[in-house]
């Protein structure tokens, strides 16, 4: 198992942002961790990749302990995680950008400017390497974001919805890039709200509600899930979608 995640427990102050949460996701997956806003998703990101000091549990990461590593010594072990809201250098250019992340894996000048160079070009960003940052739509600045992460030469990425304010377009390319991604070697645990992204990237998913786990396994189970289903739309949805023409008009089915 590459990731394996024991009972973790945040707390800040008397909120219990993760509370006693477990997940394991294998070598050469997509994971998905799914639920409503305010779950603690990412708290308990940030917390598997080191940003935030755990109260309780336990991190594996590729058969060693690393609760409590610092967050670089984690990186350099081979797993780096994105941010919800991205912050590229903004007087640098692409290329400078993900060259930032290549240091991490060559020391050599040459080196980390080649393969900056590569990974720009494998997140479909070959043609702006040398455009300024600070110019990128917000589309541009999660590719960004995503190059930079993989320029460090992880053997596993975690991704803060990477796919948020995107058009469909933009969506249906990023998610060919996350499968190429896992096509070169890469595992991926992801956030995502974006269900179209979650159901044709994923291969097991994980629901957090409230801090706790609530539900995991195959993406069409778990969206069917009655305490997902709860979870999203309130108490007596379930119910109500279970048996529309009883239970007044008709719900939507959740969407992450």
């Not at 940003?51 to 549990?57: L, V």
């Not at 460090?152 to 469909?168: S, Y």
């Not at 996350?178 to 070169?184: C, G, N």
């Amino acid at each position: 198992m590459m990731l394996k995640v024991e009972g973790l427990t945040k707390i800040f102050g008397g909120l219990r942002a993760v509370d006693n949460a477990s997940l394991e996701v294998a070598e050469g997956r997509i994971v998905a961790l799914i639920g409503p806003n305010g779950a603690g998703k990412t708290t308990l990101f940030a917390s598997i990749a080191g940003f935030h000091p755990i109260d309780a549990g336990r991190v594996t990461f590729m058969g060693q302990d690393i609760t409590g590593w610092p967050v670089h010594q984690i990186a350099r072990r081979g797993m780096v995680r994105t941010f919800q809201i991205t912050q590229p250098f903004a007087k640098l250019s692409v290329h400078e950008n993900i060259a930032v992340g290549a240091y991490q894996k060559y020391a050599d000048r040459s080196e980390a400017w080649e393969h900056a160079r590569r990974v720009g070009e494998q997140v479909g960003m070959g043609a702006l390497l040398e455009q300024p940052a600070s110019d990128l739509t917000v589309a541009g600045r999660k590719r960004l974001e995503l190059a930079r992460t993989l320029a460090t030469g992880p053997k596993m990425l975690l991704l803060d919805e990477v796919m948020a304010g995107l058009n469909p377009s933009e969506i249906v390319e990023i998610i060919a890039i996350i499968q190429k991604i896992r096509a070169s070697g890469v595992t991926v645990l992801l956030i995502e709200h974006v269900m179209q992204a979650v159901m044709s990237l994923s291969e097991h998913i994980y629901v957090l509600s409230y801090g706790k786990m609530i539900a995991e396994g195959a993406p069409r189970a778990v969206v069917n899930n009655p305490a997902v289903i709860e979870a999203y739309l309130g108490h007596g949805a379930a119910e109500r979608i279970a048996h529309p023409a009883t239970s007044g008009a008709p719900e939507e089915a959740p969407h992450a």
